[in-house]
């Protein structure tokens, strides 16, 4: 599919506008290409332009594509977007490279446990409910700074903050909660930003955008 790598081209002069404007470099921002629900002959068009990073948000289907992948291509990134079951943990830090979605204490001990027993010390983001939406997963604003702490002391190497904003609220105000959480929590990457928002996420600070649709096109 040349669609896919041509889109890729556009989502990067994007980024890389959007960081010119903010003033910010190109280089500091890491486009996260969101391969969830797309086979592997769809990623491949993408792997073969030059794209190393990738997100899904289950354990269970990115089990089914990335091993061959990863062992193809030995380079590739794989963050884990998406809620993580704690029965899950060990296949996860075996599979993935980031992980994005750290959001309860029995989560950050299990992961931290693993990590500890496999010698796979990952990066992580703490995920953070910025629109207190209680069908989304996230630690509470106001209990970010805390949970991060409780992380650290488990041993996790917490590295930055996730979001993802309620779908029909303003995403800038979401993206500047978060950048200044961050701040508060020190740490320094912000995962922000998706297909619609990701210009904007830059802006305030994005040092992670995850774009799916506006790469892969829309899901089925
Ligand atoms: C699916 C998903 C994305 C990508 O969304 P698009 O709108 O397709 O870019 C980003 N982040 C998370 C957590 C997702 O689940």
Redesign the pocket.
């Known amino acids: 599919m040349a669609g896919i790598a041509h889109r890729l081209t556009d989502v990067k002069a994007k980024i890389a506008a959007a960081a010119r404007d903010a003033e910010r470099d190109p280089a500091a921002v890491t486009l996260v290409a969101?391969s969830?629900t797309f086979e592997a002959e769809d990623i491949l068009p993408a792997i073969e332009a030059g794209q190393r990073v990738f997100?899904e948000?289950r354990v269970q289907e990115a089990k089914g594509k990335w091993p061959a992948l990863k062992e193809r291509f030995p380079d590739i990134e794989l963050h884990l977007?998406?809620p993580l079951q704690t029965n899950k943990v060990k296949e996860a830090v075996a599979l993935f490279d980031v992980i994005?979605?750290v959001d309860r204490p029995k989560l950050a001990s299990a992961l931290a446990a693993e990590m500890a027993r496999t010698g796979r010390r990952l990066p992580c983001f703490v995920q953070v409910n910025t629109g207190a939406e209680p069908q989304k997963a996230g630690v509470a604003p106001a209990d970010t700074a805390a949970f991060v702490e409780q992380c650290r002391a488990d041993g996790l190497d917490v590295v930055g903050l996730m979001c993802?904003p309620p779908a029909d609220d303003e995403a800038a105000l979401h993206f500047a909660l978060l950048a200044k959480l961050a701040r508060a929590c020190g740490v320094a990457k912000l995962s922000m930003g998706?297909?619609?928002d990701y210009p904007t996420a830059i802006l305030l600070g994005a040092t992670h955008v995850?774009?799916?649709?506006?790469i892969f096109g829309v899901?089925g």
């Open positions: 969101v969830k997100g948000n977007i998406g994005e979605s993802i998706m297909s619609g995850r774009v799916g649709s506006a899901r």
